[in-house]
């Protein structure tokens, strides 16, 4: 017998919000689980923000509704629904320390002082920010002003915690460090988290499920690795990581051509005799032995640390094909621009679109 599915802690139901004659956010339904780190991605004008800001109650819908577990919080204000929203900014109080800008709002609660003292220690112990109590926001770096503002916001035990865009302020090292302590400490409070970026490795890092967002409509929600191999669509395939896209037609016979080449790739629901673009990720485009694949010329190389991105002009397309090989590989010699190659495709890791 199957067991009942638990009532989601976030439930989005066709919410729609229009800017003057602009639809920002288009019907977008959405269940979001207890203790699940979910993602809004997608690029700017997509709608993310605004369906953060319903959440939080800082917009209204123009209609559609928005529960929090079994409680309608569509219509309620920002202060009273028991959730918490982490800005980009921070917004510290300059003039306070950190012990005192984490025990504000429990204050406001007029909470007994013994347990306004207790969670803040308790929470500068799981930030590690101990040390940094008696700072006040000008003595921090940017990681340490993060991370004092994401204490302050889970320190009121919100059953769900927004973050918009908090990473955006910090450099690429510190940004790479901060996504496994906001991944580490979710999983250490028990606390859902959604967090709105439009940075598609943050997302794949951080993210227990991530929903891809384009001109106010969910075009895929999913996992990381459902989003990155099995991507729904031409944008949403595009939109993550790198891809090389050929343009060609799916034959009577099952087989997708492009430039005289033929290959055999999933055809579930697509149409014979039609036209049809293919999608494969530089991974998956392999070096063969000369004269046992697709013909190319390494037109660039791109220098990566442990592999080299290699720009091959082919027939295949137009642009050309970008194929990753590693640095200290048996593929490193075909690394130099001018270099003759052959190029195999991974069917099973190649995606078809037709729209």
């Not at 112990?125 to 770096?141: F, H």
């Not at 865009?165 to 580490?184: C, I, N, S, V």
């Not at 959604?194 to 794949?204: F, K, M, N, Y």
């Not at 999933?266 to 046992?292: F, N, T, W």
């Amino acid at each position: 017998m199957t067991e009942p599915l638990s009532i989601p802690v976030l439930s989005v139901d066709r919410v729609v919000k229009h800017f003057g004659k602009t639809i920002a956010v288009d019907g977008i339904s959405l269940d979001i689980r207890e203790n699940e780190f979910f993602a809004l991605l997608g690029p700017s004008g997509c709608g993310k923000t605004t369906l953060l800001r319903m959440i939080a109650g800082f917009e209204v819908p123009d209609s559609g509704s928005i529960h929090l577990g079994d409680r309608d919080i569509t219509r309620e204000a920002p202060d009273k629904r028991p959730l918490n929203l982490m800005f980009q900014s921070y917004a510290l109080f300059p003039h306070m320390t950190v012990w005192q800008n984490l025990a504000y709002g429990l204050e406001m609660e007029r909470l007994p002082r013994g347990e306004i003292a207790s969670r803040v220690d308790d929470m500068l112990k799981t930030t590690d920010l101990v040390a940094l109590s008696a700072r006040k926001p000008a003595e921090l770096s940017g990681g340490q002003k993060q991370r004092v503002a994401l204490a302050r916001a889970l320190i009121k035990r919100p059953k769900v915690l927004l973050l918009d865009e908090p990473l955006g302020a910090l450099d690429k090292k510190l940004r790479e460090k901060m996504q496994l302590e906001l991944k580490r400490l979710q999983h250490e409070v028990g606390i859902t988290f959604i967090i709105v970026t439009h940075d598609q490795e943050e997302a794949l890092v951080m993210a227990d499920r991530i929903a891809v967002l384009r001109d106010g409509h969910i075009l895929q929600c999913g996992t990381p690795q459902d989003i990155y191999e099995r991507p729904a669509n031409r944008f949403v395939a595009g939109f993550i990581g790198m891809m090389n896209f050929i343009e060609g037609e799916i034959g009577s016979d099952a087989l997708f051509r492009a430039a005289g080449q033929a290959l055999v790739c999933d055809m579930h629901g697509l149409k014979r005799s039609a036209p049809a673009v293919l999608a494969v990720r530089p991974e998956h485009i392999l070096l063969r032995p000369e004269g046992s694949g697709v013909a190319g010329t390494v037109v660039d190389v791109a220098y990566h640390g442990l592999d080299r991105q290699l720009y091959v002009k082919t027939a295949l397309s137009q642009a050309p094909l970008q194929v990753r090989v590693a640095a200290a590989g048996p593929e490193e010699a075909a690394a130099r621009t001018g270099a003759s190659v052959s190029l195999g495709f991974d069917a099973a890791a190649c995606r078809l679109f037709q729209e």
